[in-house]
């Protein structure tokens, strides 16, 4: 296996750590890919990979979009991102946590994690136990915290409005079709608030009780997860996870817009390029998904309480808008002048 360095998603990264517990089975990597603004923040996923390879892999390319996204949303944090590794059972143990929170902790706050898939905000406080660089615990109603999945709903809610505002010139979401993949915490938050507004849903999950369960929740379609990206629809949102907008699933959409909450949806850089030149308004997706980020980021910075939180979620249609018209009058596609603003803001 090439050395972390040498991969093509190293992408001068700060740090990537690797730890090993025996006693427990714990496998993690953190990566830290810049501190520029403030320690590195960014959840801890619990995934099983096919190799070592590719978890350092995605590691990287989360770190990376981490940094960008706790840019852009204007929180004095940097970016990082942590991986559990699992086994093919996903098998995770209380002593699983405690060993990665004592991980975490002799980075001495250079990283600060919080929950991502697969990890329960109760699983932050088992690793609390351990370490002071945590945030995403449970909180009190009202306060800033907790589970970031309803969070980066919301702003994925508003950032598909703001889509929708401008592929289609329309302010309502009345008789607007959606197709959802993924509704897990963030998809079907998403899901419910859009239908409240009247838009139409056609969604798909790889857990078919829950994907049936709420389709017939809201009067939704559903279909298998290998048509989701290509329905007939005016906005595809993508809400698993990334990697899936690439040369192939690009060229068969059938959208005006891609909206969506995952990470990394784009495989590589050159395929924010096909979107544009299909035409196709894509709201990048480390600016669109800030909402769940805002929200720990707070908690853990003392800095407001929940009205503070959405307050600041709010504007991530304002975010949206720069980019869009940027990249409307540089001809960049709207990927590449995401980044462009982000690298100024950590200094790269």
């Known amino acids: ?38 320690n590195a923040a960014g959840g801890m996923r619990f995934w099983h990979y096919p190799d070592s390879a590719m978890a350092i892999t995605d590691a990287l390319r989360l770190s990376r979009g981490m940094s960008y996204k706790n840019a852009m ?16 059972t996903r098998t995770k143990t209380p002593e699983m ?18 929950e ?14 351990e370490t002071d660089y945590v945030s995403g615990l449970p909180v009190e109603k009202g306060e800033a915290g907790g589970d970031p999945g309803p969070s980066t709903a919301l702003g994925v809610f508003l950032g598909v409005k703001a889509a929708v505002n401008r592929a289609l010139d329309q302010d309502s979401l009345e008789g607007v079709h959606v197709a959802i993949q993924g509704v897990g915490s963030v998809g079907g938050g998403l899901a419910r608030l859009l239908a409240e507004q009247g838009a139409r849903l056609t969604l798909a999950d790889t857990v078919d009780a829950r994907v049936a369960a709420l389709a017939e929740e809201l009067g939704a379609d559903t279909v ?32 005006k817009a891609v909206a969506g909450g995952a990470n990394n949806q ?10 544009f030149e299909r035409g196709i308004l894509y709201a990048p997706d480390y600016v669109i998904n800030a909402g769940g ?10 800095q407001g ?23 409307a009058a540089t001809g960049d596609p709207a990927s590449t002048v995401a980044d462009r603003i982000a690298k100024q803001l950590i200094g790269r």
């Not at 929170?101 to 994690?113: E, Q």
């Not at 009205?307 to 600041?312: F, I, K, L, T, Y």
Request: negative net charge.
């Open 293 to 302: 980020i805002i929200n720990v980021g707070l908690e853990y910075l003392g």
């Open 116 to 129: 991502d898939v697969g990890i329960t905000d109760d699983d932050m406080v088992v690793i609390k136990g």
């Open 266 to 275: 784009l495989a590589t850089r050159e395929d924010g390029g096909r979107i």
């Open 73 to 88: 949303a204007g929180l004095p944090m940097g970016g990082g991102k942590a991986v559990l590794l699992a086994d093919e």
């Open 224 to 255: 298998s997860v290998d048509e989701i990206l290509f329905v007939d629809a005016d906005v595809v949102s993508p809400c698993a996870l990334g990697a899936v907008l690439d040369a192939d699933s690009i060229a068969r959409l059938q959208c």
């Open 97 to 114: 946590l405690r060993a990665f929170g004592r991980a975490v902790d002799t980075l001495g706050g250079r990283y600060v994690t919080a």
């Open 305 to 327: 309480d929940r009205a503070e939180v959405e307050a600041r979620i709010g504007k991530i249609p304002e975010r949206l808008e720069q980019v869009w018209q940027e990249s």
């Open 1 to 38: 296996m090439a050395a972390p360095w040498d991969l093509p998603d190293y992408d001068d990264h700060e740090g990537v750590h690797l730890f090993h517990d025996p006693d427990s089975g714990m496998r993690a990597i953190i990566a830290i890919h810049s501190t520029h603004l403030g």
